[in-house]
C-alpha cells in the first residue's frame, strides 16, 4: 500500500539515518561531497528542500558552523530529530510542502536538496525550480544529489506503474504518497533550465546517484 509521503517518513524517523548512511550505496561518500559544494563565508544563508534530519547539515555545520539554514519537510518527526541535534545553530525550521511554503525573493546564497526530489514529474518540478531560482540571490545556486533514471524506459515505467496503484488504491489526486519515480539527468536538466537557471552542470556521479549544480547568474 501506498503511503501518503510525510507518514511514510515519519513512521521511518527511528532508525533512519543508519539506513540511508548504510544500505544507500556510496551514501558516506555523497553526503560529505554536497555539503562540500555549498558556501564556506560566514553567515551564508542556506535553503534546504526535504531536509530531514539533516545528514547533509551534518557535514556542512562542520564546515560553516555560522551558516543561517532554512530547512522545510514534511515529516515533523524528522524536523524534531533534527532540531535536537542543531540546537545551537541559527536553523529555521518549517512543516511542510516545499511545492507549497513561499521561498521569498533573492533570500538565499544557495539551496541544497539530498534524496528528496526523485519523486516528482518534470512538469511539477518546473514550477518548484521557478520559484526556488527566485528565492536565490544573483550568483547563488542550486545543489542537488539525488538518485536519477538510467533510461527514458526506466523512467516511464516507474512512473506508469505509480500511476497504476494509485488507481487500484483508490488514492485522490492533489496529494503527495511515496513511491520512487527518478527523472533521467536530462530531464532533470531540462527542469532546471526551463525554470530559468543559467547552467546545470553534473558535479560528480555514484552509479545512479548524482550531484548538480544549477547557478544563477
Not at 542543531?86 to 511542510?96: P, R, T
Not at 518534470?122 to 542550486?142: D, Q, R, S, V
Not at 488507481?167 to 530531464?187: A, M
Request: net charge negative; proline share 3%.
Amino acid at each position: 500500500m501506498l503511503e501518503k509521503m510525510g507518514d511514510f517518513f515519519d513512521s521511518r524517523t527511528e532508525g533512519y539515518e543508519e539506513h540511508q548512511l548504510n544500505t544507500i550505496d556510496f551514501a558516506q561518500e555523497f553526503y560529505p561531497f554536497t555539503a562540500g559544494c555549498l558556501p564556506e563565508e560566514s553567515g551564508t544563508k542556506i535553503l534546504d528542500l526535504g531536509c530531514g534530519t539533516g545528514l547533509e547539515l551534518d557535514e556542512f555545520f562542520a564546515i560553516n558552523p555560522d551558516a543561517k539554514v532554512t530547512g522545510i519537510d514534511l515529516a515533523a518527526g524528522m524536523l524534531n530529530e533534527l532540531k535536537k541535534k542543531f540546537s545551537d545553530k541559527d536553523i529555521n525550521l518549517i512543516l511542510g510542502s516545499y511545492f507549497d511554503v513561499p521561498f521569498g525573493e533573492a533570500q538565499f546564497d544557495a539551496a541544497v536538496s539530498v534524496e528528496s526530489l526523485h519523486h516528482f514529474t518534470k512538469e511539477e518540478k518546473i514550477p518548484l525550480y521557478t520559484k526556488l531560482k527566485a528565492a536565490l540571490k544573483t550568483g547563488g545556486y542550486f545543489i542537488i544529489t539525488d538518485y536519477f533514471a538510467m533510461s527514458d524506459e526506466e523512467e516511464i515505467t516507474r512512473r506508469q506503474e505509480l500511476l497504476r496503484l494509485r488507481k487500484e488504491q483508490n488514492l485522490p489526486d492533489g496529494e503527495f504518497y511515496h513511491y520512487d519515480t527518478p527523472l533521467t539527468v536530462e530531464h532533470e536538466k531540462e527542469a532546471l533550465l526551463a525554470a530559468g537557471f543559467s547552467s546545470v552542470e553534473v558535479l560528480k556521479n555514484w552509479d545512479h546517484t548524482y550531484t548538480l549544480k544549477a547557478a544563477v547568474l
